[in-house]
């Protein structure tokens, strides 16, 4: 196990801070005052528990920069994205707060008992696995609903963004939250396995890779622990020729280029019917090619680093790739001149066909994949061959057809001329292997539940 985790500023390649992994005694520390809080919180009733998320949400909400700067130092997404980032944590909370009493009520049933209902009760601690890419929105959209139905948290962050999981854990101390009730693990994956063996974790949540997901869903079994996995994706934008080619265009660049192009449901294959393809590649090109790229802390920045060498350098291979595969480059936005940062420049492929890396493979990062399909059948089909199954976007001007395609896809979230997004209101997950289980709306709130029958003569 290592003995510290470090932070890089990816704009500049230096270093931020240092932090120390938790020791084997503090991490058991920690489990035992999250397993003797979590009895404390299983009780607590929905009042206090809606007061601690409103403290929450106004604690994101008095100092939206200073989170946002965390998370652009840590990261490197633009910083007026950071700020958004924190304030969408704030909505979250204020959801569940005010409606996750309602979606845990206890519901009769009628029967043929004199009385009987279903109870919704904590299962206690969770342990949440969750990535840099949205350092804030993805604990939060966790934890958010896990905390509001009487579970505690151990939140295991990327090494790289041990400032934000600090920052989010004092944040809960400043909103009321009892010491054992929202906690960080500064471990790694071997200390990973043993908490997910150990009793006093009921849960497991991850949001990363496949092969994570794979491997932690194995270990959460052999111990009969239920899991949510949000896993990667490679979500289809489908153009049909009668879209509304503005909207089409501008939405689709922000779909792909959206936190630097690091987001499991960032559009990253544009299946485009044949009679707009060109045109549709031509604007898409062109818009890519005029980003500005460069210090994400400058509000002129359209996109800024990735968040770590290693994963700018996979993107540059898998751009290689593809080219040699036969894609082609139509667009390379320009990136700083003379800077150690780890940029990678915004990239329009064309040329892309089934079976490719840039069809197959989900490309973590600034770079666009364009399909030519036949026809509105022929791009279904194109936006189902793939392994992934996040999310989904159709875009056309016939809403009644957009919706029959949207129901075709093989996706948890499809959206009719909208780009991919999550709601604190709506269930957000994947299946195939981008995972399975729901977080938000009223499916994530119960899935760390126990979902109890009482019977009553």
């Given at each position: 196990?290592?003995?510290s985790?470090?932070?890089?500023?990816?704009?500049?390649?230096?270093?931020?801070?240092t932090?120390d992994?938790?020791?084997?005694a503090e991490?058991?520390?920690r489990l035992q005052?999250?397993?003797?809080?979590?009895?404390?919180?299983?009780?607590?009733?929905?009042?206090?528990?809606?007061?601690r998320?409103?403290?929450?949400?106004?604690?994101?909400?008095?100092?939206?920069?200073?989170?946002?700067?965390?998370?652009?130092?840590?990261?490197?997404?633009?910083?007026?994205?950071?700020k958004g980032?924190?304030e969408k944590?704030?909505?979250?909370?204020?959801?569940?707060?005010?409606?996750g009493?309602?979606?845990?009520?206890?519901?009769?049933?009628?029967?043929?008992?004199?009385?009987?209902?279903?109870?919704?009760e904590?299962?206690?601690?969770?342990?949440?696995?969750?990535?840099?890419?949205?350092?804030?929105?993805?604990?939060?959209?966790?934890?958010?609903?896990?905390?509001?139905?009487?579970?505690?948290?151990?939140?295991?962050?990327?090494?790289?963004?041990?400032?934000?999981a600090?920052?989010?854990e004092?944040?809960?101390v400043?909103?009321?939250?009892?010491?054992?009730?929202?906690?960080?693990l500064?471990?790694?994956?071997?200390?990973?396995?043993?908490?997910?063996a150990?009793?006093?974790?009921?849960?497991?949540?991850?949001?990363?890779?496949?092969?994570a997901?794979?491997?932690?869903?194995?270990?959460?079994?052999?111990?009969?622990?239920?899991?949510v996995l949000?896993?990667?994706?490679?979500?289809?934008?489908?153009?049909?020729?009668?879209?509304?080619?503005?909207a089409?265009?501008?939405t689709?660049v922000q779909?792909?280029?959206?936190?630097?192009?690091?987001?499991?449901?960032?559009?990253k294959?544009?299946?485009?019917?044949?009679?707009?393809?060109?045109?549709?590649?031509?604007?898409?090109?062109?818009?890519?090619?005029?980003l500005t790229?460069g210090?994400?802390?400058?509000?002129?920045?359209?996109?800024?680093?990735?968040?770590?060498?290693?994963?700018?350098?996979?993107?540059?291979?898998?751009?290689?790739?593809?080219?040699?595969?036969g894609?082609?480059?139509?667009?390379?936005?320009?990136?700083?001149?003379?800077?150690?940062?780890?940029?990678?420049p915004?990239?329009?492929?064309?040329?892309v066909?089934?079976?490719?890396?840039?069809?197959?493979?989900?490309?973590?990062?600034?770079?666009?994949?364009i399909?030519?399909?036949?026809?509105?059948?022929?791009?279904?089909?194109?936006?189902?061959?793939?392994?992934?199954g996040l999310?989904?976007?159709?875009?056309?001007?016939?809403?009644?057809?957009?919706?029959?395609?949207a129901?075709?896809?093989?996706?948890?979230c499809?959206?009719?001329?909208?780009?991919?997004?999550?709601?604190?209101?709506?269930?957000?997950?994947?299946?195939?292997?981008?995972?399975?289980?729901?977080?938000?709306?009223?499916?994530?709130?119960?899935?760390?539940v126990?979902?109890?029958?009482?019977?009553?003569?």
């Amino acid at each position: 196990m290592p003995t510290s985790f470090t932070s890089i500023n990816p704009a500049t390649n230096t270093p931020i801070a240092t932090y120390d992994a938790h020791t084997d005694a503090e991490v058991d520390a920690r489990l035992q005052r999250a397993h003797e809080a979590a009895i404390i919180q299983k009780s607590r009733p929905f009042e206090e528990r809606a007061a601690r998320l409103h403290a929450l949400a106004d604690a994101l909400e008095s100092r939206p920069d200073e989170w946002g700067a965390l998370m652009t130092r840590e990261m490197g997404k633009p910083l007026s994205q950071a700020k958004g980032e924190a304030e969408k944590c704030a909505w979250v909370c204020r959801h569940y707060a005010e409606h996750g009493a309602d979606i845990l009520s206890h519901k009769t049933v009628e029967t043929d008992a004199q009385r009987s209902y279903v109870r919704y009760e904590p299962l206690g601690t969770v342990l949440a696995i969750m990535p840099w890419n949205y350092p804030f929105w993805q604990a939060f959209r966790f934890g958010a609903p896990a905390l509001m139905a009487g579970n505690t948290m151990l939140l295991k962050h990327a090494p790289n963004t041990m400032g934000c999981a600090e920052a989010i854990e004092q944040l809960c101390v400043e909103a009321g939250f009892d010491s054992g009730e929202v906690q960080t693990l500064r471990i790694d994956e071997d200390t990973v396995s043993s908490c997910i063996a150990d009793r006093r974790v009921q849960a497991v949540t991850l949001t990363g890779s496949v092969g994570a997901g794979q491997a932690v869903a194995q270990q959460a079994a052999a111990q009969v622990k239920p899991t949510v996995l949000e896993l990667g994706g490679s979500a289809p934008f489908i153009v049909l020729a009668d879209a509304d080619l503005d909207a089409a265009v501008d939405t689709a660049v922000q779909a792909r280029m959206q936190n630097n192009g690091q987001s499991c449901i960032a559009a990253k294959r544009f299946i485009v019917e044949a009679p707009i393809a060109d045109a549709f590649t031509e604007r898409v090109a062109a818009t890519v090619d005029a980003l500005t790229v460069g210090d994400p802390t400058d509000p002129a920045t359209d996109i800024g680093p990735m968040a770590r060498a290693d994963l700018r350098d996979t993107v540059r291979r898998q751009v290689d790739r593809a080219v040699n595969e036969g894609a082609t480059i139509a667009a390379e936005a320009e990136v700083p001149a003379d800077t150690d940062g780890f940029y990678m420049p915004p990239t329009v492929l064309t040329d892309v066909v089934p079976g490719s890396v840039a069809f197959v493979e989900e490309i973590f990062g600034p770079v666009a994949s364009i399909v030519v399909a036949a026809d509105a059948e022929d791009a279904v089909d194109l936006a189902n061959d793939t392994q992934f199954g996040l999310g989904g976007a159709v875009f056309t001007q016939n809403i009644e057809r957009g919706e029959q395609i949207a129901q075709q896809l093989e996706v948890g979230c499809a959206f009719v001329n909208s780009m991919v997004k999550s709601d604190p209101r709506l269930p957000f997950g994947g299946i195939k292997d981008s995972g399975y289980g729901r977080e938000l709306g009223a499916h994530g709130i119960r899935e760390f539940v126990n979902v109890k029958t009482v019977w009553v003569e």
